[in-house]
């Protein structure tokens, strides 16, 4: 039985983490969130860590925005703290999966990043993850892997698709960004994905590195909530297309998100499904209460 221990346990991908581990009955898990674990405190860390097989940091400072208004704060917990967690794992011998973002990239391409893309974060919160990428591969090359994501929503924590619903019970129509194309992502398919490569991190079969841990197939926010509208037996047409322009934030967001998947083959590991079968079984799951295949 491999042993893991997962940091941001409290958070939307740390508690569906913890639930898809428990499944299996393959995994001791320990899991902490923030109150119980600092991540900058290196003692507590390599106290955390000790004995541990896989350490999952699903920590993160996620405040796009906030980010812009105090990049060194969001540096110590996406950057510096994953440091001291990469630093804890080479001393101990433990694999690390880091939690890491599209955002990284400047997103002005046309096709799918691939893991080997340059970097170019366009805001400080792209910058602040960028920190914590570089600490994995200078200190944990055989052992450390780096998972980016985008596009996130689940059950457990407030998201692109459950404020949409919960719109549409305020608002006869919604206006939502159609010039932003990325891959929206199930936390739970996440999840899914995460377990897979720790298992074969420990078994020696998971080339370390950069991954790309997004959902297939790509969409606008406006496709996404329209789908959303849809899956939920509610009338698409309420939801009507509009630009960037009209939501000005104060960090930059990439206007091109889409990763490429070809590194999952080299770790014998299957890509996540279409966003729209995800976004299907998650709709399902979280509304419904049923039980997601696995």
């Given at each position: 039985?491999?042993r ?34 600092d991540?900058?405190d290196?003692?507590?860390v ?13 920590a ?28 804890a794992?080479?001393?101990q011998?433990?694999?690390?999966l ?10 002005d ?52 698709v ?42 020696g079969t ?20 329209r789908?959303?509208?849809e ?15 009209k ?30 079968d ?17």
């Amino acid at each position: 039985m491999s042993r893991w221990l997962i940091t941001g346990a409290g958070g939307m991908l740390g508690r569906d983490l913890h639930e898809v581990l428990r499944e299996g009955g393959a995994h001791a898990v320990t899991a902490l969130t923030r109150k119980d674990l600092d991540i900058t405190d290196l003692e507590a860390v390599r106290a955390a860590v000790a004995g541990q097989d896989v350490v999952v940091n699903a920590a993160a400072w996620t405040d796009v925005d906030g980010a812009e208004a105090d990049e060194a704060a969001a540096t110590r917990v996406n950057g510096d703290a994953v440091r001291v967690l990469a630093q804890a794992c080479a001393e101990q011998g433990a694999v690390l999966l880091q939690v890491s973002t599209d955002y990284v990239f400047p997103g002005d391409a046309d096709r799918p990043y691939p893991h080997d893309a340059p970097t170019a974060p366009v805001n400080a919160y792209g910058r602040s993850k960028l920190v914590g990428e570089l600490a994995v591969a200078e200190l944990l090359p055989e052992r450390g892997y780096v998972v980016r994501t985008a596009w996130l929503y689940g059950a457990h924590g407030r998201n692109f698709v459950s404020t949409m619903l919960g719109l549409a019970e305020q608002r006869e129509t919604l206006d939502v960004v159609d010039d932003q194309r990325g891959q929206p992502t199930w936390t739970r398919a996440l999840a899914r994905q995460l377990r897979d490569l720790g298992e074969a991190a420990v078994a020696g079969t998971a080339p370390a590195g950069v991954y790309h841990g997004t959902a297939s197939e790509t969409a606008t926010w406006f496709d996404l909530a329209r789908a959303a509208f849809e899956l939920s037996g509610l009338d698409p047409e309420r939801v009507r297309p509009t630009t960037s322009e009209k939501f000005v934030r104060p960090a930059r967001r990439p206007s091109y998100s889409v990763l490429a998947h070809e590194r999952w083959a080299e770790a014998g590991i299957a890509v996540q499904p279409h966003w729209r079968d995800q976004l299907t079984e998650a709709l399902r799951f979280m509304t419904e209460g049923g039980r997601p295949s696995q």
